[in-house]
Nanobody, 124 residues
Framework: QVTLVESGGGLVQAGGSLRLSCAASGGPAFRWYHMGWFRQAPGKEREFVAG????????YYADSVKGRFTISRDNAKITVYLQMNTLKPEDTAVYYCARGRATLIRTQSDVDYWGQGTQVTVSS
């Protein structure tokens, strides 16, 4: 059974930074999977934030976070990270780690496992 556990969320002022982590366990080798981050704000649909391929670790982002967020992975530690800089109040959401089925992650249908989510709140 694959388990994804996020950590690192919290309350931060606008302009501040947070680093989210997603630790994976169970299942086949982590290094073979595309990974990603989504977020869901109250009353809104869950949306794609960032993705990273299994090899060579190509990254891609939603336009709303491009230039501010950075996704990375450490296959030795079986962990994916999301560094979030210059945070804005509109970044407030529950952030979810996701493992891809077979293709690069861009939509919820590309995901086969989800983490439980971690709350990020950005105050103005």
């Amino acid at each position: 059974q694959v388990t994804l556990v996020e950590s690192g969320g919290g309350l931060v002022q606008a302009g501040g930074s947070l680093r989210l982590s997603c630790a994976a366990s169970g299942g086949p080798a982590f290094r073979w999977y595309h990974m990603g981050w989504f977020r869901q704000a109250p009353g809104k649909e869950r949306e794609f934030v960032a993705g990273i391929s299994w090899s060579p670790g190509n990254t891609y982002y939603a336009d709303s976070v491009k230039g501010r967020f950075t996704i990375s992975r450490d296959n030795a530690k079986i962990t994916v990270y999301l560094q979030m800089n210059t945070l804005k109040p509109e970044d407030t959401a529950v952030y979810y780690c996701a493992r891809g089925r077979a293709t690069l992650i861009r939509t919820q249908s590309d995901v086969d496992y989800w983490g439980q989510g971690t709350q990020v709140t950005v105050s103005s």
